[in-house]
């Protein structure tokens, strides 16, 4: 059992999540990098790897090799925080060549029948188990047709893939179509109005930064890996309970200090410190309504913790329950 003593100063330690050095994001820092068609994702994780110099790396997302776009990169112990981008919808734009022309009615009314719930079968050469799926579609929009050739906008849920829907798309049409041409330009809530980071840069930034001193450059090319949560419900919690979390206790009343509203039991959280850092993230076990009317019990699980231990000072101790 974890007993949380009295709160530390909120100031002592820890970092504001905004003001954290280049060692510290190398750490905790997420990159929205721009992959070429050419490599696959684990060749470009393997070069950013090489290009910082850090041991653990990872993706959220794997790219085809000749598949360009946005592949989003986790630094150190931000790549347990990559999993939550896998929850929001990712969006293409694939150019395909059809085996005939059809009529536009007929193109128009086929298209129309990939919106919402579809079925796939993974190709082949997939890194899955080949089982028939369900993935939904939530928009495609035909951006532009010239004879033969379309180019489609897909807006689709995480594990669609698109070259199989080229591929069904032509079937339904009769002669068939093959995709040309990919490229991601979303992931859950990051798109191509962000900074996207090519290998080049990140290269050229990182020897500026270990050859001059000069981080100016690695400072906009890598974002906190808070970044990565926006889209989920948060809580902030006592630094005295940030340690006992790390090693693995559950977040009990006590320790938290603040929640999203309108929590609901079940709802996946990132559970944050008072200076905006990450910890976990966690399941709610309570509502909102019960968690504030409680005074004791776990309120959350946790499901993945991020921050390492001892960033913050044990403030907790063990107590033995001895048998009756």
């Not at 790549?79 to 981008?85: F, I, N, P, R, Y």
Request: aromatic share 8%.
């Amino acid at each position: 059992m974890v007993v949380l003593d009295d709160d530390i100063t909120n100031d002592q330690f820890g970092v504001y999540f905004n003001k954290r050095t280049i060692k510290d994001l190398l750490n905790y820092g997420l990159i929205l990098l721009d992959k070429p068609p050419g490599p696959t994702s684990h060749e470009a994780v393997a070069w950013a790897k090489r290009i910082l110099k850090l041991p653990k790396i990872g993706h959220s997302g794997t790219l085809d090799p000749q598949v360009s776009g946005i592949l989003p990169l986790g630094l150190g112990e931000a790549t347990k925080a990559l999993g939550v981008l896998l929850l929001g919808p990712k969006e293409y734009y694939g150019l395909g060549r059809l085996h005939s022309l059809p009529s536009k009615e007929k193109l128009d009314g086929v298209l129309n029948q990939f919106h919402g719930e579809i079925y796939q079968k993974p190709p082949q050469r997939s890194a899955v188990l080949r089982k028939t799926r369900t993935r939904t579609i939530y928009e495609l929009e035909l951006m532009e047709q010239k004879e033969r050739l379309l180019l489609l906008r897909v807006l689709c849920e995480a594990g669609t893939y698109i070259r199989k829907l080229f591929y069904d798309i032509g079937e339904i049409l009769g002669p068939g179509a093959t995709m040309v041409e990919l490229r991601r330009s979303r992931v859950h809530q990051f798109n191509e109005s962000h900074k996207l980071v090519t290998l080049h840069e990140l290269a050229d930034a990182y020897a500026q930064w270990e050859e001059k001193q000069d981080d100016s450059k690695l400072y906009k090319l890598i974002l906190p890996i808070e970044f990565a949560l926006t889209e989920i419900k948060s809580v902030v919690i006592r630094d005295s309970a940030v340690d006992a979390l790390c090693h693995g206790a559950q977040l009990a009343i006590p320790g938290i200090l603040q929640i999203s509203p309108n929590l609901s039991k079940g709802d996946l959280v990132g559970v944050y410190t008072q200076k905006g850092e990450v910890v976990a993230l966690a399941e709610a076990l309570l509502s909102e309504n019960e968690i504030k009317d409680a005074t004791k019990g776990y309120a959350f699980t946790t499901n993945r913790i991020i921050m390492a231990p001892n960033t913050y000072p044990k403030n907790w101790r063990t107590k033995t329950v001895r048998p009756k």
